[in-house]
């Protein structure tokens, strides 16, 4: 399907491009649905009950901000901070959706604002991807959302079971160090890109200094410098 998509684009439909989409989804899978779990069995463990868990798989969709709000919480700390750290945490895509805009530009307001509900780190590296090896691909939103409807659906109903499941689910599995490993999987493809790289270094190098703060803000620092430093890479490149 690849090969056609890129060979013959001028006969490609939406459909095409939506299948496409789903297909080059599926490979991550198995990852997505091991930090779906961990996410949601990592929100019953700290407290919040299966009702609360579920609303907020379904409403945040936000699975690296959930579990860095998460201690925070059950730490009480102050309101402001957990929002502040959920923000700063999902800053990520702000740097996403620079790089993915001159591909969207020409949709409306409303419907960039829909697609970009959708947006996932998996579905960044999917997307670059197709536009490095076929870039006279032309149902590219089509496949975007094809991929992203994919990644949405295995995300809720993995971190669905994982919320129900919580209960029957010893700490002693290590789910904390697996959802680490499919984080790293999901990070490393992306720091192809110079923006990305850049970011990295920069927030892991800054976590791991201020790694002693209280109320973890040496996470918090971390993660507003690698985005900062994303940026200026970013702007640098296109000069």
């Known amino acids: 399907m690849s090969d056609s998509l890129g060979t013959a684009s001028s006969a490609v439909t939406s459909r095409d491009g939506f299948r496409h989409g789903v297909q080059e989804l599926l490979p991550a899978a198995p990852g997505i649905f091991a930090w779906g779990l961990v996410t ?14 579920s609303v907020l798989s379904l409403l945040a969709y936000a699975g690296s901000a959930q579990l860095a709000a998460l201690p925070l919480m059950m ?8 929002f502040l750290t959920a ?26 604002v829909w697609l970009g509900a959708f947006l996932a780190d998996i579905m960044f590296v999917k997307f670059s991807t197709l536009l490095q090896r076929h870039p006279e691909q032309t149902q590219r939103v089509a496949y975007f959302f094809g991929g992203a409807s994919a990644n949405w659906v295995i995300w809720q109903v993995s971190s669905i079971a994982g ?9 002693s599995w290590g789910l904390e160090l697996a959802g680490t490993l499919t984080l790293i999987a999901l990070i490393v493809p992306l720091c192809a890109e110079r923006p990305v790289l850049a970011g990295v270094i920069v927030a892991g190098t800054v976590s791991v200094l201020a790694h002693a703060w209280p109320l973890r803000l ?14 200026l890479a970013d702007r640098g490149g296109q000069t």
């Open 75 to 82: 730490s009480a700390a102050p309101l402001w901070l957990i």
């Open 40 to 53: 949601g069995v990592a929100m019953v463990k700290s407290g919040l009950g299966v009702f609360e868990a």
């Open 163 to 171: 919320i129900l499941a919580a209960t029957a689910i010893p700490t």
């Open 218 to 231: 040496g996470l918090l620092a971390g993660i507003l410098a690698g985005v900062i430093a994303a940026f």
């Open 87 to 112: 923000t700063i945490v999902n800053l990520r895509f702000v740097v996403y959706s620079v790089m993915m805009r001159p591909q969207f530009a020409h949709l409306t307001r409303r419907r960039r």
